[in-house]
């Protein structure tokens, strides 16, 4: 009778100790895939394997009808606005670059020249989460737990690892010039000791000195154009964008070890270095949860590249399933299924190329900005006198210049209506909007809507340009992304794991609703800027 009785005591003090455990996540790990449609969980759904992408639609909860809320839709801002909650107009990072009037001159959305490389190449490490006016989730993290918590930020771009770890958490980005991971001495002086050791195995040369070849027969892939067409960019140095790619032959041209950034090797090795910080830093071991923020960059070069309808779209996405089914294994592995919490997503993602649309006689066009660009000058020049009156355009934006406006006597909302006029003569533009008018009116509907909500009253342009459905400011071969249409918005939103219900919802979901959602989860503050709804289907038990 004594042997049941400490039997049964056993096994309750073990469930209840099981159950304490589970009261939070041993870790939560972001996973933002730079430039992923949300149509991938499904073209290539066929050759998914069982643990990868399909296991995150199977065990996970997906918002099948997920967007970005703003324009423009680019990598800076879609990091910053998944990790604060909010978007450009609150959180400051409009675009990857652009123009401030009173410095004349561009700036990057992660720079920062107070700060200097930690490993890696002196010009590669003037980076920190500066620019970013708000918290994020990881710094909200960091706040509830007096600093206890650990972050860590891993991404082959530098902004990828830097806006998601936030202001209070550690990044470390790959150096194209040395093939390493490193940081900036906003984080640390010298560069861990597992970071070391992780780049002293060298893993980026040892993924370029193979050949990339598609995982499967190149006829088998009925998903995507032909390899070899005419609307996709070739590797420098060689003559047709089609496989195989000899990688190691490829180096010198195309960037030396930032080639990898253009395969899909470099998922695999931003994994490699996701696993040496779960072991290097312990996460999730300690008694507390961690956050570890991942970026799959390469995605994004290969997308950019070859465009969503190639062969190799097609084949990194299957060879990322398989990165992820590892990874997820490793995963169960370490914590044990259903004491981690994961979320996938992306920052944006893609418009069609231009010229391939055109083929298929879909209504598209390439944007000359430089022609645009000169034609505003020559009309300013006329209608107000001669004057250097357009500082920038770029990001569809335009900067005017007040200074020679006040000077002359003339009223810059003048400018701005009578540029407006002009730009909507010329073929690829839709609409135009005056900052006047974006700060004085709140847009509710429609892609002015997602504008006012990417304009920012200190950091945007004078005027702000919408063009027409797959027009872009492009005219090189492959293509890109930032407008405020479907193609761009429709993105991926998928949890699983720690308290997170199976099932899918078709109900209209927004970006910034990740962070709410992480918050209410765990208990904590929300970011201070941030202004999404938590995914109420995720709470429904």
Not at 188 to 210: C, D, G, H, I, M
Not at 250 to 268: A, C, D, K, R
Not at 283 to 295: N, Q
Not at 297 to 318: T, W
Request: hydrophobic share 35%.
């Amino acid at each position: 009778m004594k042997k049941i009785i400490l039997s049964i005591s056993f096994a309750l003090y073990s469930w209840l100790g099981q159950a304490q455990e589970a009261e939070k996540p041993a870790i939560i790990i972001g996973l933002v895939v730079d430039q992923m449609r949300q149509e991938y969980f499904y073209k290539f759904e066929e050759r998914y394997t069982d643990g990868g992408f399909k296991r995150l639609m199977r065990e996970g909860f997906m918002m099948k009808n997920a967007h970005y809320n703003y324009i423009p839709t680019y990598t800076g801002p879609g990091h910053a606005s998944v990790y604060t909650g909010t978007t450009p107009a609150t959180h400051g990072i409009i675009a990857n670059d652009w123009y401030v009037k009173n410095l004349g001159r561009t700036i990057y959305c992660a720079s920062d020249s107070t700060v200097n490389a930690v490993g890696g190449s002196a010009s590669n490490g003037k980076i920190s989460p500066r620019n970013l006016l708000t918290t994020t989730i990881t710094d909200e993290l960091r706040f509830a737990t007096n600093k206890r918590s650990k972050v860590v930020g891993i991404a082959i771009k530098d902004r990828g690892a830097a806006l998601p770890a936030g202001h209070l958490g550690d990044a470390y980005w790959f150096d194209s010039k040395t093939g390493e991971f490193m940081t900036s001495d906003y984080y640390y002086e010298t560069l861990p000791t597992w970071v070391q050791q992780f780049n002293e195995r060298k893993l980026a040369e040892k993924y370029l000195s193979q050949a990339w070849e598609p995982l499967f027969p190149l006829e088998t892939y009925v998903q995507s154009i032909a390899d070899d067409n005419d609307f996709e960019g070739p590797f420098i140095g060689m003559d047709k964008p089609a496989f195989p790619y000899d990688l190691k032959s490829l180096m010198e041209n195309n960037g030396e070890y930032g080639l990898i950034s253009t395969t899909p090797f470099g998922n695999t090795l931003t994994l490699d270095m996701a696993y040496a910080a779960i072991e290097g830093e312990q996460l999730g071991k300690r008694g507390e949860t961690d956050f570890l923020a991942v970026s799959f960059s390469s995605p994004d070069y290969i997308g950019h590249r070859f465009g969503p309808s190639s062969v190799e779209l097609e084949d990194n996405y299957l060879r990322l399933d398989r990165d992820l089914e590892k990874f997820f294994t490793y995963l169960d592995a370490t914590y044990g299924q259903g004491n981690y919490l994961i979320f996938l997503t992306a920052d944006h993602a893609v418009a069609d190329i231009v010229e391939y649309m055109k083929s298929e006689r879909v209504p598209a066009g390439n944007f000359n900005t430089r022609f645009i660009l000169t034609q505003m000058k020559g009309f300013t020049s006329e209608k107000f006198g001669e004057g250097d009156w357009i500082l920038n355009f770029s990001n569809e934006q335009v900067f005017l210049n007040d200074k020679l406006a006040a000077e002359r006597g003339i009223s810059i909302e003048t400018i701005q209506r009578e540029l407006a006029s002009f730009l909507l003569r010329f073929e690829g533009v839709k609409e135009v909007y005056t900052a006047t008018d974006l700060r004085k009116e709140e847009y509710i509907h429609g892609r002015k809507a997602l504008l006012q909500m990417g304009y920012n009253h200190k950091a945007s342009g004078d005027l702000l340009l919408i063009l027409e459905p797959a027009w872009l400011s492009s005219s090189w071969k492959g293509t890109t992304h930032g407008t405020g249409y479907t193609y761009d918005t429709h993105v991926p939103i998928a949890f699983m794991g720690w308290n997170i219900p199976q099932g899918e919802s078709t109900r209209y979901a927004s970006i910034t609703d990740i962070t709410p959602t992480l918050s209410m989860l765990l208990n904590i503050r929300l970011p201070n800027g941030s202004d999404g709804n938590p995914i109420q289907e995720i709470f429904t038990k």
